[in-house]
């Protein structure tokens, strides 16, 4: 979650509250200390996809739901689920931003052979179908982008006010 020191608006308090969702606790625990300690409005929350999908962890009331680094984890039946457990969390005209690594990222042979890390790689289809369980209705713009160097997919989709 490095990003939250780029960002303008978190560094300029105009960002009540940013929820950090992980299971892992060693991770909260970084969060916890770089940020949370440090006076940012950082709130760590351990808890697991399942939880979230089982109704166990409840989420609500967000502007933004940002996934970065957990796709890749997930098949696509569960990707699906979470998508629409996470729209579900937002509040009218909020966003939903999830991302992928893409087919085709460069060196993924040495990240499985040397640092034994693999990915279930996507191509930009498969990740608007990370949208599929959410009611069409409710779905004001659905777009897709990618970054400069085409390792990373995204998908932002945006919830009818
Ligand atoms: C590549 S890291 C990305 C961490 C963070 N999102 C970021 O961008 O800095 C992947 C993270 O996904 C978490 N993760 C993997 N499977 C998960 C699950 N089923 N439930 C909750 N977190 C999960 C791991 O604990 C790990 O911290």
New binding site residues.
Partial sequence: ?REAELSIALQRGLIDELVAL???PV?LSEVEQRYTAQGMPVKPLQA???DLIAGRTKVSDFDLIYS???YD?LDDKVAKRLSAVLFAALRPGGRLILTNFLKGTKDTGWSEAFMDWFLIYRDQADIEAFADDIPNEQIARLHQYQCPTGSIGYVSIRKKS
């Fill in positions: 979650m992980d299971q892992d991770s697991s996809i399942r970065a680094g957990l984890y």
